[in-house]
Antibody, heavy 121, light 111 residues
Framework: EVQLVQSGAEVKKPGESLKISCKGS????????IGWVRQMPGKGLEWMGI????????RYSPSFQGQVTISADKSISTAYLQWSSLKASDTAMYYC??????????????WGQGTLVTVSS | QSALTQPASVSGSPGQSITISCTGT?????????VSWYQQHPGKAPKLMIY???KRPSGVSNRFSGSKSGNTASLTISGLQAEDEADYYC???????????FGTGTKVTVL
């Protein structure tokens, strides 16, 4: 079974750093792009960026470029999303999802269960 | 790149059919039949319902169907059931700068 399992909920203070993870199993982790999606409380889905674990090629949404860093460790089939200095506005649920398809014909499936990040003083 | 536009809410009675629209531009929805649709129940992760505009993944009910006309993609749910009550999001490729964009989301209520 193809599965993405994310790390647990985090509570942080403004200014702190954070790295959350997304571990893939049941497929060749290095052969599929992994995307990250933000969902702020009560709001919709926002695409943040994507990484190809095979060579760590990474693309960011212009809205998130410079705000977060996406990385991957293919030796342990895990992708990461990290912040160097959190803000209260980073409070959200974060999902990882595997990108299926090729070229411009792509979709996201499956999704991880989500990681809730709460930033509060 | 702005989010694709969806109606905030759509409702219907059990057994009825409803359609959710997803309006973009000629740079995203209009250029490609690439829209995918996701269902999200409260407190749960999104689930793929439709890909490449009209294809259903294995395990998704054939009550769900997708189509496109011009710059607008649509998701139709026929034979509406209580379990279909959820939020629905469309998603499209949006070019080599933005890559992907989601719709604003639609809350489906089964009356």
């Amino acid at each position: 079974e193809v599965q993405l399992v994310q790390s647990g909920a985090e509570v942080k203070k403004p200014g702190e750093s954070l790295k959350i993870s997304c571990k893939g199993s049941g497929y060749s982790f290095t052969s599929y792009w992994i995307g990250w999606v933000r969902q702020m409380p009560g709001k919709g889905l926002e695409w943040m960026g994507i990484i190809y674990p095979g060579d760590s090629d990474t693309r960011y949404s212009p809205s998130f470029q410079g705000q977060v860093t996406i990385s991957a460790d293919k030796s342990i089939s895990t992708a990461y999303l990290q912040w160097s200095s959190l803000k209260a506005s980073d409070t959200a649920m974060y999902y990882c999802a595997r990108r299926e398809g090729s070229g411009i014909w792509v979709w996201f499936d499956p999704w991880g269960q989500g990681t809730l990040v709460t930033v509060s003083s | 790149q702005s989010a694709l536009t969806q109606p905030a809410s759509v409702s219907g009675s059990p057994g009825q059919s409803i359609t959710i629209s997803c309006t973009g531009t000629s740079s995203d929805v209009g250029s490609y039949n690439l829209v995918s649709w996701y269902q999200q129940h409260p407190g749960k992760a999104p689930k793929l319902m439709i890909y490449e505009g009209s294809k259903r993944p294995s395990g998704v009910s054939n009550r769900f169907s997708g189509s496109k006309s011009g710059n607008t993609a649509s998701l139709t749910i026929s034979g509406l059931q209580a379990e279909d009550e959820a939020d629905y999001y469309c998603c499209s490729y949006a070019g080599s700068s933005t890559f992907y964009v989601f719709g604003t989301g639609t809350k489906v209520t089964v009356l």
